[in-house]
């Protein structure tokens, strides 16, 4: 079933699956109450974990997303709202492993009249992070040798989960929210941080940003940061119940102090675990930040490309487990995305171990060369063309609507290529 959509991703289910028989079990599948959605990543997470072995540091991404205009097959047009939090594996050079980790909610909306304590003492939507984190160190320990950091935005900034990183001893790195005042200083973080003298400066990179939610877009461009570090104690607020003690940190700020006429200056204040003692190790951290842009590349591919929220499923229930499916492909496609951009795009080799040879052959005649010549550079740019990219200077990456367009149609090439394999082994044993 898995194959079926990942050849035909992006596309309704009664057009992925081949029958009516595989579209009636496809659907019992989705909707077997049996069926947890935790259960369907466990050989994916238990591969991801694998890819770790041998690595000195592995980045736990985490991010979460809506998945909403979700419509009720066959209903009334209702619609419902789902959180997908999800963990990737990351490499500190930005390579994405696989999924260590997937849990979804939905809204909690406070109770009239509910006070603080209460607030407290029930799950609030800020626990899916630590639960995270300690779900990861439950399923199996690092492998020997290998550490992991977790990299999350502003949204994780709480003691609960900075405390539940070092409890089951993984690093992290938190861009903060909170202006919490410091043990250090009565002033806030920012004002404290401020005052601390510029070491250097790190250009960094942005990328693109779509207007969501009500906020404004953002071109792609470069930024000039001055860079400040130090550790400082963070203290639980006064009056709020919290399970979790002050924690001394190491801090990286880093301040955009001359952005462009109009434009919103970046401001990062990232809390870590890890040691800073240098402009070089803030620098480090900072890299370490900027590999959580993965995991919004992979939500774009999740629900741009595989589609999720245009699925025609029936429940919650449902759509949990067919996102648990899509992801995986996500992470597949994002995968070859990368390899088709990393520093081995020109090596044939990569390529034949990570794509079928039916899919290098079909690729190969439309591109115009030999199958064993074929890097994944061209295969990747293939794909996009046949999607409808013009691939003009200037054009940038290809999308993932076209890649997803041209996947499609060369999926179809690839199945007559089979069958007519097929058809000629079957006359040639009857020759």
């Given amino acids: ?201 790190l250009t960094v990179s942005l990328g693109r940003q779509q207007p969501k939610g009500g906020k404004p877009g953002r071109a792609a461009r470069s930024a000039v940061l001055t860079v400040r570090y130090g550790t400082v104690t963070l203290r639980p607020p006064k009056n709020h119940p919290t399970t979790a003690p002050a924690q001394s940190v190491q801090v990286v700020y880093l301040m955009e102090e001359h952005p462009p006429e109009g434009v919103e200056a970046v401001d990062w204040m990232l809390l870590t675990s890890e040691s800073v003692d240098s402009f070089q190790d803030a620098c480090v951290i900072a890299g370490y930040y900027q590999c959580r842009w993965v995991i919004e590349e992979w939500h774009r591919c999740l629900k741009e490309g595989c589609r999720l929220e245009h699925c025609q499923v029936e429940t919650v229930e449902a759509l949990r487990r067919l996102s648990a499916l899509l992801s995986v492909i996500a992470v597949r496609m994002l995968g070859l995305r990368d390899l088709a951009e990393g520093q081995k795009q020109t090596d044939p080799r990569m390529l034949q171990q990570s794509v079928a040879d039916a899919w290098i052959m079909v690729v190969a005649t439309l591109a115009n060369v030999p199958p064993a010549t074929l890097t994944p550079r061209a295969f990747w740019m293939t794909i996009a063309r046949q999607g409808g990219f013009l691939s003009r200077r200037g054009d940038g990456r290809p999308g993932w609507k076209v890649i997803w367009r041209g996947w499609y149609d060369i999926s179809h090439m690839v199945r007559y290529a089979e069958l007519l394999e097929k058809n000629n082994a079957r006359e040639n044993k009857c020759g």
């Fill in 1 to 201: 079933m898995a194959a079926l959509m990942a050849a035909h991703a992006g596309q309704s289910l009664p057009k992925q699956m081949r029958t009516w028989s595989d579209v009636k079990a496809a659907y019992r599948f989705l909707n077997n109450q049996r069926i947890q959605p935790q259960q369907i990543g466990t050989a994916h997470r238990a591969w991801t974990r694998r890819q770790c072995v041998g690595r000195p540091l592995v980045l736990l991404v985490q991010d979460d997303t809506e998945i909403h205009s979700v419509k009720v097959a066959g209903g009334g047009g209702g619609q419902w709202g789902e959180v997908l939090h999800t963990t990737l594996a990351v490499t500190p050079e930005g390579q994405l492993l696989g999924l260590m980790d997937q849990r979804w909610f939905a809204h909690v909306v406070s109770a009239k009249g509910e006070t603080r304590v209460q607030r407290m003492a029930r799950w609030r939507e800020s626990d899916v992070w630590p639960d995270a984190a300690r779900a990861i160190a439950q399923e199996g320990a690092e492998p020997v040798g290998c550490r992991y950091v977790h990299v999350a935005d502003r949204a994780s900034d709480n003691l609960v989960f900075l405390h539940a990183c070092r409890q089951v001893g993984h690093g992290f790195v938190v861009r903060a929210q909170h202006d919490r005042c410091v043990e250090e200083n009565t002033a806030g973080l920012w004002t404290h941080m401020q005052q601390r003298p510029g070491v250097g400066t």
